[in-house]
T-cell receptor
Framework: AQKITQTQPGMFVQEKEAVTLDCTYD???????LFWYKQPSSGEMIFLIY??????QNATEGRYSLNFQKARKSANLVISASQLGDSAMYFC????????????FGTGTKLQVIP | EPEVTQTPSHQVTQMGQEVILRCVPI?????FYWYRQILGQKVEFLVS????????KSEIFDDQFSVERPDGSNFTLKIRSTKLEDSAMYFC??????????????FGNGTRLTVT
């Protein structure tokens, strides 16, 4: 079974608008961490935001926020006030804290910001 | 800000040849990783390394692959006999801990390996 599911292979958003990128996950571990990474066309992997399974509040980092719905096992990334430089691949990822160290990635969503 | 550095940025090799991909993780980090990404596809876990030994590896990481931390700063991935399907971007990553808000993986810029 897929650990991390990103159902949107591609998304378009108008510049200055907000966009939500979906991510659902599957784990039986009560302790885990969720991450979002950005991969521009240049190829590097840029960490954006982290949410721990026990965190009471949704994580925010500047224009990025994570809409964490634990019961639904979803961790959607919200980008507010989209900019042209936000055009990139976005990966959702998870680490299960039960003795594992690896981070598992979803298949990614390609976001294109339209002027 | 400290960063993970990888060399070379591009490597072209012939099928059957050995390649060594090099990484210098962030200096106070304790956990090291190799991931690969075949063009346009998902980022796949290869191996994690802690306390000078492999802590976890995927089914991709077969006997053709090995990792080493020879001198306390470098972290290398060796592919003994490359195959065409090894062509991919290889990312090195490190982290200081494996839980909590300071636990994201910090990635290098990758080495693009092309096997001809």
């Amino acid at each position: 079974a897929q650990k991390i599911t990103q159902t949107q292979p591609g998304m378009f958003v108008q510049e200055k608008e907000a966009v939500t990128l979906d991510c659902t996950y599957d784990t039986s571990d009560p302790s885990y961490g969720l991450f979002w990474y950005k991969q521009p066309s240049s190829g590097e992997m840029i960490f954006l935001i982290y949410q721990g399974s026990y965190d009471q509040q949704n994580a925010t980092e500047g224009r990025y926020s994570l809409n964490f719905q634990k019961a639904r096992k979803s961790a959607n990334l919200v980008i507010s006030a989209s900019q042209l430089g936000d055009s990139a691949m976005y990966f959702c990822a998870m680490r299960e804290d039960g003795g594992y160290q690896k981070v598992t990635f979803g298949t990614g969503t390609k976001l294109q910001v339209i002027p | 800000e400290p960063e993970v550095t990888q060399t070379p940025s591009h490597q072209v090799t012939q099928m059957g040849q050995e390649v060594i991909l090099r990484c210098v993780p962030i200096s106070n980090h304790l956990y090291f990783y190799w991931y690969r990404q075949i063009l346009g596809q998902k980022v796949e876990f290869l191996v994690s390394f802690y306390n000078n030994e492999i802590s976890e590896k995927s089914e991709i990481f077969d006997d053709q692959f090995s990792v080493e931390r020879p001198d306390g700063s470098n972290f290398t991935l060796k592919i003994r006999s490359t195959k065409l399907e090894d062509s991919a971007m290889y990312f090195c990553a490190s982290t200081v801990r494996t839980g909590g808000p300071n636990s994201p993986l910090h990635f290098g810029n990758g080495t693009r390996l092309t096997v001809t």
